[in-house]
């Protein structure tokens, strides 16, 4: 068993799985052009937060993450009512939210920053260059959130993803972040540096890292994405596991109540498989769960499967039952 439920300290919460921006290198679409592969679109009441979260298991938690792999609390209708609820029964909680920012009325971002949540608002750059990757968000917009919620007393802190077409603005953006009352500016680097972006018409607007390599034409990429290729995903023997979840007892769940040791294994595997690298991935996952809705049965019930993935560590390959998600993102080999 990896944890029991007495033990669990954070809650990675996917409170949507519906998002406004189309970002070209988010699973829930294919190079920013809208596409869905296989994941439920919907998002969390308060009902079902009060369902799944009963009082004593807020008040046993450390933290609480609320970040989804496909969607955004601006969508989430609900979203403030459940972190008020999360809060009324945990003064001491950690709540981190990071979102687009680019949605909602002033009253939404006051009542946020009431709970003393600490948001991390995504801007990939100023006016001329975050929209060419969060597409479909206003950065105006979202320095009007952004500031509604600090003057209400949030803590705010400004995530900037370095690309090649904004890395020049960053020292620009550190001063804007800190003129305008951030408590931090926080430069991620990542993998998201080179591809293709589509628009809602199929047509190529733009080529993250400015390579352009790969076929502009959407149709023949998604055909060519479809096709396994050859083992390609599969790790070649196992290596040992350093499981960050482990260590910080943690939980993830899905807008729809599906639970998870992470995120990283929440990418709804029953239904999530029709391109790579998910379609390699997410049947070894599948064959593994059991009774991991909490809306259907009781959150203690949800976890007994997880002892599965940690014998899966012990397996010397892939064909023998070793999650490759798990030596890819956990490996100490892995270069993640």
Known sequence: MIYSYDQIRHVHLEISSECNAAC??????FYGFPMNHGYPERSMTLAEAEKIFDQDF??????????????????????????????????????????????????FWERLARTSSEVFFCIDGLEDTHSLYRQNTSYLTILKNARTFIQAGGTAMWKFIVFDHNEHQIEQARLTALEMGFTNFVPVYSRRTHGPVFDRDKKMIFHLGGDRKQTSDLDQ?????????????LPKKSVPIDCKVQKE??????????????????????TFNQ????????????????????????????ITWFDQVADSWHRPDHASGLLYQCVNVCGQTSSN
């Not at 060519?224 to 290729?229: D, I, S």
């Not at 639970?259 to 929440?266: I, K």
């Open 221 to 233: 990429m998604l055909s060519q994405a479809r096709v396994v290729k050859g083992g390609k995903y």
């Open 24 to 29: 070209p290198q988010c699973p829930r679409n």
């Open 275 to 302: 391109i790579e690298p998910w379609i390699t991935i997410n049947p070894q996952i599948a064959k593994l769960i059991m009774q991991n809705n909490a809306l259907e049965h009781d959150l203690k019930q949800c």
């Open 58 to 107: 807020i008040g046993q938690l450390h933290a609480l993450l609320i970040n989804g792999n496909f969607g955004d609390i601006v969508m989430c209708q609900e979203g403030a009512e459940i972190v008020e609820y999360f809060r009324s029964h945990n003064a001491k909680l950690k709540i981190e939210i990071s979102t687009n920012g680019s949605a909602r009325r002033e009253e």
């Open 249 to 270: 007892s943690s939980i993830y769940i899905t807008s729809n109540g599906e639970v998870y040791p992470c995120c990283w294994l929440g990418h709804s595997p029953m």
